[in-house]
């Protein structure tokens, strides 16, 4: 029985560790794979990610492309790279709050953080776990706050990824608000005020009574932040968790928490056809409703002319 080679790390990735072989000739002195990534960064922060091509950091850099390719032969591992020299390790800091909850908390706050210093992170796809040093630190360090709670291994990674999965979800949107605020000239509070403004124009409630009294509450001008009230109920589910655990309770049966097979939930071509046709005739709706608004927003219009006038 041979023994099966373990794969060959990309060479992004060993990058990343400081494995992948040196270039064998370029202009050693002057470049560098470190160099390059910095250069590579600085533009992202500036500009945005679209802004980056290996063209653009070779003329930041003063050298062609090709002096490039040496170093690193791909821009997805540019790219790869970019994001874990943005990543950088987890403060120290979050130790000294008290307990797990807190913890994770602080680590929480400092991912948010991480994502609205370099906003361009989050439009880089996600295609698989980063097994990247500075990544690998950050599970590393939700984990070790996790030891000391009765979690099992598989428990620890699923909080873990929520808390890292919701850091994510608020950086989105705050940076979303924040890149409209640098293209409009507006504050964060202003465009709040400006979206609620449009929220108010366009949800009646005869077609979403729920999002119409939500706004009549001012929920949109509201100073509460409702990504850190999901995240503080998530953990309010898992200390109550904990606290079954040690009340010897069982752990949750993994076997209900598997992911599914995406061909098994596809089912047959009759199923998936199906699902077509109600998508065609969702879109057909949309449209529909779509002309109802207007017709209605332009009655009121005549009205309130006619109201004037008369």
């Known amino acids: 029985m041979t023994e099966t080679e373990p794969p060959e790390l990309p060479r992004g990735i060993a990058l990343a560790w400081g494995v992948a072989a040196d270039p064998q000739r370029g202009p050693k002195r002057e470049m560098s794979v470190e160099k390059i990534v910095d250069a590579a960064v600085e533009l992202a922060d500036a500009e945005g990610i679209g802004a980056v091509s290996m063209a653009a950091v070779a003329a930041k850099l003063g050298f062609t492309p090709m002096s490039l390719y040496r170093y690193v032969s791909a821009k997805d591992d540019l790219l790869l790279l970019m994001q874990e020299?943005?990543?950088?390790?987890?403060?120290?800091?979050?130790?000294?709050?008290?307990?797990?909850?807190?913890?994770?908390?602080?680590?929480?706050?400092?991912?948010?953080?991480?994502?609205?210093?370099?906003?361009?992170?989050?439009?880089?796809?996600?295609?698989?776990?980063?097994?990247?040093?500075?990544?690998?630190?950050?599970?590393?360090?939700?984990?070790?706050?996790?030891?000391?709670?009765?979690l099992n291994a598989d428990e620890r990674v699923a909080v873990a990824l929520a808390i890292t999965g919701d850091a994510r979800w608020c950086g989105i949107v705050q940076a979303g608000y924040t890149e409209q605020s640098r293209g409009s000239g507006l504050t964060p509070a202003e465009v709040a005020v400006r979206e609620a403004t449009l929220y108010d124009r366009v949800i009646t409630a005869d077609e979403f009574p729920a999002l119409r009294r939500a706004i009549e509450e001012d929920v949109f001008l509201s100073p509460a932040d409702p990504f850190r009230f999901g995240v503080d109920r998530v953990l309010d589910g898992v200390a109550a968790y904990i606290a079954a655990l040690d009340r010897q309770e069982p752990h949750a049966d993994a076997a209900e928490w598997v992911d599914l097979d995406p061909v098994e939930l596809a089912g047959d071509r009759r199923l998936r056809e199906a699902q077509k046709a109600v998508r065609e005739a969702e879109k057909v709706l949309r449209a529909a409703r779509r002309t109802e608004r207007q017709t209605l927003r332009e009655a009121r219009e005549r009205l309130a002319k006619a109201k004037k006038t008369g």
């Open 85 to 150: 020299q943005a990543t950088g390790l987890p403060p120290q800091s979050h130790l000294e709050a008290e307990g797990w909850r807190e913890r994770l908390i602080a680590l929480y706050e400092e991912q948010v953080l991480l994502y609205l210093r370099h906003p361009w992170m989050l439009s880089l796809p996600i295609t698989g776990s980063p097994i990247t040093p500075n990544s690998s630190a950050w599970l590393d360090a939700a984990l070790a706050v996790l030891e000391p709670t009765p």
